[in-house]
């Protein structure tokens, strides 16, 4: 049986019950008999191979089978102690059996290491089998009485060996030695005198031991002085030691000595503290003496400089470990004494040159509780190393753990928190540009840790005292636009819920934020330091302006403050608010949202002009909502102070800013603001109300205000201007229901219990409310009403109350009893602000288009409440001149628009203009200036008044059977008009245009059986006449004859034009009394349409065809006008037969009037078109029935050939104008040969054919029908073919068919300031 453990020389005597089977617990098994093993042990005879066999057995037994050789020495202890004591004497004798070979008791032969070490093993394993302290206790007596019989010396390396591994593998030895066997302990320090630096591994191995045993618990009862001795002994070694493992060992010690309090100081004070390090026994004194050799040779500091140097990098993560141990035990006195060792500044070298994880973790706490030193500061340490800290950051980023850059960032943001602020710690903007890129790879780091340590470490760089000359604001905006990527890319907490109808959840954040909410935090506040530091950048002007950027640095994107206050307003709108909104949805954490707030009000200091949009975006996306939920929520009985007193900061900021803004609408004043301003800033702190207490909150009526922003009403006050402030930009956070009646019942109540009005910015906010909530709440009851006219009422002037929205319109309209008091003021400020708003626009060289929506919003006040344009009219005749021209213009845009709710609006303004003009005729005319001419003097309303009328007119698309009745209120306007007109100075051109544009209108407008009456009486004022007769000779006049000034405007001049062209043709019609004549030159009209067209504008030249047209119809042979001409027309005297005939326009003058209107036909203004083509066809009827051959001969010059063909090769367009087809016809139906029927003719009728003949419009129609007709009555020259006549015929029935009614359209029409007939300018 050789595997088994059993000498059958001996076995045959032994009992029984020693032996056993001892194996694993399935089955098997060696053989083992203890009686057996003692006696190999212990017999000389037995060969050393067969002894190593069975120690081999009886270690693979104990390791196989715990508790069974237990079980076996049991049955008596003192088996057990013979074993041990077999096996402790073989290990002790093996110390010298290598030198001596006569030992009596064992190893008489060499004996190889491999040997000693499993006795050693087994005796160890035995041991901590057994477990009782008779055993381990029994060994420790053996190995005192070794250590204390002889002298130390190399011999005892086994034996400190067999020692360390005794006491980690049997923790009460630890116990036992410590507290039984001090003068053991003695000798192990002793030991350490040796000059073997193995033997000192060997002991230093046992102290490691010894305190590591038991997580150090035994060595808590180890006597003090023996500490201490262990303590110097170790830092002599250290200091001494040349071989690395003796190093390794020292450390080791050093670093679990430094664990502890107690040995700190010892450790720190260096051997020359310690008055006597020796043993307790007298034996020891040599020792002591040598101890003692070499006091405050090798301070602790120095040793761990001296191991930083070395190459080794465990040494140095060694050292740096010890150093970090040594910092937390040793408070201030210890950093004072690395600080003053230079100890920084070889950590700071160690981070620069390695790459090691440990190492760099280790130098990074070491660094981080020096900081808490000034003296790190002091010494300018910090200084020295920041360059190395952030190259070794990053280097940090790119490794695998994590830990690491989040304890470099952590050390950086120490630094950066704790640098005084009088010494600089980045010399350059290269270094400032290296820790920002550092600590903006931090942010963007996947792990929210090391982004959250990140964050704090720029909030920290962002300090005024961190930036360098120049400062680096393009590296600030990489940190800041790094934090906003990493910021958005944020999960959602795992307990946030969305809210499901509107509100908050009521209970309160969680104590423990996550992971997400912690860089939340970090960042906000990173954030709020950039933008404290943009502020403070703005109030110094060097670095505003960054003046020491050098010129080849400034690029397209410059390195400019406010790029970087850009940036910071760009990423809290697009990103910031979002994001926090996003987080703070379920449970809200107070915290977060305290640095929330304070970011956003940082950023109303950012950019002064931006602000104002920022304001309102963040008032119109319910900001006011969120800021009063949160305070509701978290603040209400007095907790969260801070975020309570950052929500109020902000919403003081944000009302501050909107109501610092230039808003014409608001209408508040800067007394106003400041009012405003002041009742916020009281106030907002203890509104901490939910929004479902609001309406309580105001219905309270909680006692008198003796102040106006401090009181027991204050509060309420204070919400009604927030929420006036909020629902001005679109925030509603009450139904308008509730707002209404909650603002009607504060306003009683006020009144009710006799208090102070409320401050007009106060009353201003509820008036605003209860105009904007109006529409969806039942009307007031008349107590109500009459406390909110009272409130109205009480300020001195109600524009100090006037804000400038159609609710408020609609409001005080709504209410009779409010527009009887406030109607007339109300609607005239409305006027004001939208005409100022409108200046303003135009200045800025845009048309606003919230000015087209405020006419609208007015008109639909008058279509709601037709009286109130009684107060309009009122306005124009008797309001200022600026409040009159807007009412004026407000009534224009009312008349312009289809009207089927007010059918007698133009009837009610006729005869309210006609008292207007009648007041005016008595108040304002004056006595008679010669020649029958008055005077009226400047009245600013008459001109507008005329204006008006013209307007009425205008709008009325049946305005001629208006005029059916004469002899009533049109007769009477009539009347009154052209007096007014004959008694105008000539200078009044703005009163004489509009009563010149009214006279043509009624003259134009009026039916058979009126004109005639009409007619004579406006002939037979001569005042009016006169007036005509000026406005001709101002014509006539050579332009170089008369100043520029003395030119009458060129719209009097077509009203002047169009009243006598419609006195002519009236005159003619119904003849009437001529008492005084217009006198007009022929010759010098022609002149001005043949050679002044480009210079004289196109209506002008419109109207002077129009009087030339009548002219010519009345064959000069006119009672109104006396038509002179000039030998540029007929030639010399005596006339010829044709100039007579033709007198007074003669035949050049028929030649050259013939030439300027076929110039004027190739004009594209339309008015001017149709006026040239009605001259043309009444000029060649005159000269028809005067001379026949003289209108052949102007209808087929060669002029008349090219004007048709610019006209017909002018594109399709062109060709089927209707003034086109006109010409053509005029042309054909005086014979002209100009017009051939291939290709111009025929050409026309393809175009028609191609469009479409039902595409055409009515004039082109019935122009082209005119044509056709023309062509089929044989006007042609040659005439056409019978093919050519049958299609022109099946055209023209086409066209028959498919005639359309004219669309019902006003009889006037108004171009720039003139008001036309639509009749003169129709093609005839």
């Known amino acids: ?62 390791k196989c089978s715990p508790g069974a050789m237990r079980e076996l020495l049991r049955q008596d202890h003192r088996v057990g102690l013979r074993l041990t004591a077999s096996l402790l004497v073989g290990f002790c004798e093996f110390r010298t059996s290598h030198r001596v070979f006569c030992h009596p008791e064992m190893f008489r032969t060499v004996v190889d290491s491999d040997t000693l070490q499993k006795v050693g093993q087994v005796l160890i394993q035995l041991l901590a089998e057994l477990q009782g302290d008779l055993s381990h206790r029994f060994v420790l007596d053996e190995i005192h009485k070794q250590l204390r019989d002889q002298l130390g010396g190399k011999s005892f390396l086994p034996t400190f ?258 640098q005084p602020s009088s010494v600089h710690l980045f010399s350059s903007g290269a270094g400032f540009a290296a820790a920002s890129e550092a600590v903006a790879a931090g942010v963007s780091s996947s792990c929210l840790l090391v982004a959250t340590q990140a964050a704090a470490a720029a909030a920290a760089l962002f300090r005024l005292n961190h930036q360098p000359r120049p400062v680096q604001y393009r590296e600030m905006e990489a940190v800041i636009e790094a934090a906003t990527r990493r910021f958005s890319e944020l999960p959602l907490p795992a307990r946030a819920h969305r809210r499901s109808s509107g509100s908050l959840r009521r209970s309160e954040a969680s104590v423990h934020a996550s992971r997400p909410e912690e860089f939340l935090l970090s960042a906000l506040l990173s954030f709020e330091a950039a933008c404290r530091l943009a502020e403070e950048c703005a109030s110094d002007p060097l670095l505003k302006e960054n003046s020491f950027t050098a010129p080849s640095q400034v690029g397209p994107t410059e390195d400019t403050l406010e790029s970087l206050s850009g940036c910071l307003l760009r990423c809290c709108d697009s990103v910031w608010i979002p994001t926090v909104l996003r987080m703070c949805e379920g449970e809200p954490n107070p915290q977060v949202l305290q640095n929330f707030y304070a970011v956003l009000s940082s950023q109303f200091a950012l950019l002064p002009s931006l602000t104002p949009v920022f304001a309102s975006k963040l008032a119109s996306s319910g900001f006011y909502r969120l800021a009063l939920e949160h305070k509701g929520l978290l603040c209400a009985g007095n907790r969260n102070p801070g975020l309570n007193a950052s929500c109020s900061g902000f919403l003081q900021k944000l009302s501050v800013c909107l109501l610092s803004q230039p808003d014409q609408a608001s209408g ?63 925030d509603r956070p009450l139904s308008d229901q509730t707002v209404f ?110 000015t087209d929506a405020e006419t609208e919003e007015l008109l639909s006040l008058i279509k709601k409440h037709p009286t109130a344009t009684l107060t309009l009219l009122k306005a124009v005749c008797a309001g200022e001149a600026l409040l009159a021209g807007r009412a004026l213009a407000a009534l224009e845009a009312l008349l312009s628009r289809p009207r089927d709710y007010d059918d007698d609006l133009s009837a009610r303004l006729k005869s309210a203009s006609l008292q207007a003009l009648q007041r005016l005729s008595v108040d ?41 009745r004469m002899d009533g209120v049109d007769f009477k306007l009539l009347y009154h008009v052209s007096n007014v007109a004959g008694r105008l100075k000539p200078a009044d051109t703005g009163t004489l245009l509009p009563a010149l544009n009214y006279l043509h209108c009624c003259l134009s407008l009026s039916p058979a059986h009126c004109a005639d009456r009409a007619v004579s009486m406006l002939l037979s004022n001569g005042g009016l006449m006169g007036q005509l007769q000026m406005l001709l000779s101002s014509t006539s006049t050579s332009s170089s004859s008369l100043a520029s000034s003395a030119h009458p405007p060129s719209a009097l001049l077509c009203c002047g034009h169009l009243l006598l062209s419609s006195l002519i043709t009236l005159q003619r019609l119904h003849p009437a009394q001529v008492p005084q004549s217009v006198s007009w030159n022929l010759e010098a009209a022609v002149q001005q349409l043949l050679l002044q067209k480009r210079n004289t504008d196109d209506l002008l030249l419109a109207s002077r065809l129009r009087m030339l047209q009548a002219l010519l119809d009345a064959d000069f042979l006119s009672a109104v006008v006396c038509v002179s001409s000039g030998p540029g027309l007929v030639g010399p005297k005596p006339l010829g037969a044709q100039d007579g005939a033709l007198y007074p326009l003669g035949s050049r003058g028929a030649q050259c009037l013939s030439a300027a209107i076929s110039g004027l036909l190739l004009q594209r203004h339309e008015l001017l078109l149709n006026a040239s083509v009605n001259c043309l066809g009444s000029l060649l009827a005159f000269l028809q029935r005067k001379s026949p051959c003289t209108a052949r001969y102007v209808s087929c010059q060669p002029w008349s050939r090219f004007l ?21 016809a005029l042309l054909l139906k005086h014979g002209s040969t100009a017009v051939p029927l291939e290709p111009d003719v025929l050409g026309v009728i393809e175009a028609a054919e191609r469009r479409g003949l039902k595409q055409l419009s009515s004039d082109a129609a019935q122009a082209l029908g005119l044509l056709l007709s023309q062509v089929l009555s044989g006007a042609m020259h040659p005439p056409p073919t019978d093919e050519h006549r049958q299609r022109v015929r099946i055209v023209l029935e086409a066209l028959q068919a498919s005639a359309r009614s004219p669309n019902p359209t006003s009889n006037i029409l108004r171009v720039g300031d003139v008001f036309l007939c639509v009749s003169d300018f129709v093609l005839k």
């Open 741 to 850: 009646s909650s603002v009607a019942w504060l306003l009683r109540s006020v009144q009710e219990q006799g208090d102070c009005a409320p401050p007009r910015s106060v009353l201003r906010s509820a008036l605003y409310l209860l105009a904007a909530a109006q529409d969806k709440s039942p009307d007031l009851d008349e107590a109500s009403l009459n406390c909110v006219s009272k409130a109205m009422s009480s300020c001195q002037n109600f524009s100090s109350l006037y804000f400038h929205h159609p609710a408020l319109l609609f409001l005080v309209w709504r209410y009779p009893e409010l527009a009887d008091k406030f109607g007339s003021t109300v609607l005239e400020l409305w006027l004001i602000k939208a005409g100022e708003r409108t200046a303003a626009g135009s200045a800025d060289g845009r048309q606003d288009p919230v």
């Open 161 to 418: 060996s067999f020692l360390g591994s005794l006491i980690e593998a049997v923790p009460d030895a630890a116990h036992s030695l410590v507290t039984q066997y001090v003068p053991m302990l003695d000798h192990l320090c002793s030991a350490l005198l040796h000059p073997d630096d193995g033997l000192k591994a060997s002991v230093l191995t046992v102290w490691l031991r010894l305190h590591e045993a038991a997580q150090g618990a035994a060595v808590q009862a180890l006597p003090a002085v023996l500490r201490d001795r262990v303590c110097v002994l170790l830092l002599q070694t250290l200091s001494n030691a040349s071989s690395p493992p003796l190093i390794h060992s020292c450390v080791g010690l050093l670093w679990v000595l430094l664990k502890q309090g107690e040995a700190v100081s010892v450790l720190m004070d260096g051997p020359g503290a310690q008055h006597s390090a020796g043993g307790s026994q007298g034996g020891q004194k040599p020792s002591q003496n040598q101890e003692q050799q070499s006091p405050d040779r090798c301070p602790l500091p120095l040793i761990l400089k001296k191991l930083l140097l070395s190459g080794d990098e465990t040494l140095q993560t060694a050292s740096a470990k010890c150093i970090a141990a040594a910092l937390v035990h040793s408070a201030g006195r210890g950093s004072a004494a690395f600080i003053e060792a230079d100890i920084p500044e070889f950590l700071f070298d160690r981070l620069a040159a390695t790459g090691n994880e440990v190492l760099l973790w280790s130098v990074y706490s070491c660094l981080l509780l020096l900081t808490e030193d000034g003296l790190f500061f002091s010494q300018c340490h910090s200084v020295y190393g920041i360059d190395s800290l952030v190259r070794s950051l990053k280097e940090a980023l790119r490794l695998t753990t994590l830990e690491v850059p989040k304890q470099g960032l952590l050390l950086l943001t120490e630094i950066l928190e704790r």
């Open 668 to 730: 508040a004043c800067q007394q106003d603001a400041e009012e405003a301003e002041a009742l916020l800033l009281y106030n907002l702190p203890s509104l901490c109300y939910r929004p479902c207490d609001w309406p309580a909150l105001l219905r309270e009526a909680p006692g008198p205000q003796l102040c106006e922003y401090k009181g027991p009403r204050a509060t309420q006050y204070c919400l009604l201007s927030v929420l006036h402030l909020a629902h001005r930009h679109g």
């Open 924 to 964: 304002n005319v004056g006595p008679g200036v010669g020649q029958g001419q008055q005077v009226v003097p400047g009245v600013d309303s008459l001109p507008l008044v005329l204006k008006l009328l013209c307007a009425t007119q205008a709008s009325d698309l049946s305005s001629s059977s208006s005029f059916s």
């Open 1 to 62: 049986m050789s595997g088994d453990i059993v000498y059958d020389k001996f076995h045959f005597r032994h009992d029984s019950k020693w032996s056993g089977r001892l194996g694993p617990a399935e089955g098997g098994g060696l053989l083992l008999c203890v009686a057996c093993v003692i006696e190999m042990i212990e017999s000389d005879d037995i060969a050393v191979v067969r002894k190593s066999f069975a120690l081999s057995g009886i270690s693979g037994v104990l």
């Open 1204 to 1224: 048709l063909r610019c006209l017909l090769d002018s594109g399709e367009s062109c060709l089927l104008h209707p003034v086109t087809l006109r010409v053509i």
